[in-house]
């Protein structure tokens, strides 16, 4: 069976570079790490009354499918303190683990609402497909 090519967002605020530097190491831990983006400052979304976020983007291979591998950035997020729930939907978060392409092809339709994910993404995978680009954000 032949690799996947995931393409991941991650996002922190809490000890951002610490944090980013870890979910990069675990990952890598699970899967092929292929490539890491520049890591981006952006500003929080929903409630403004807290720290930038750094953002960063990491191309990496798999022999999971799209689920299973969903399912580790979760184990991953829970491992690094991530809270979870309504009441934390805006708030500052140790990581966020977002898978935005997949083979390929983008599936998450945050890559087309914000410009340092498509910044990220095309860093890593210059040759990803993202037919129907929306400008802006």
Request: hydrophobic share 35%; glycine share 8%; net charge negative.
């Amino acid at each position: 069976m032949s690799p996947h090519r995931a393409i991941v967002a991650a996002g922190s605020n809490i000890e951002p570079e610490k944090n980013l530097k870890e979910a990069a190491k675990r990952l890598g831990s699970r899967h092929r790490l292929l490539a890491t983006s520049s890591v981006r400052e952006t500003p929080p979304f929903g409630n403004a009354d807290q720290a930038n976020f750094l953002d960063q983007v990491f191309l990496m291979e798999t022999t999971l499918d799209a689920p299973a591998f969903k399912a580790s950035l979760k184990e991953v997020e829970d491992q690094l303190g991530r809270i979870r729930g309504p009441e934390n939907k805006f708030g500052p978060l140790t990581i966020d683990l977002d898978l935005i392409a997949w083979n390929g092809e983008v599936v998450d339709p945050d890559f087309y609402r914000h410009e340092f994910l498509r910044e990220g993404a095309l860093e890593v995978e210059p040759k990803l497909k993202c037919e129907g680009q929306k400008s802006g954000d």
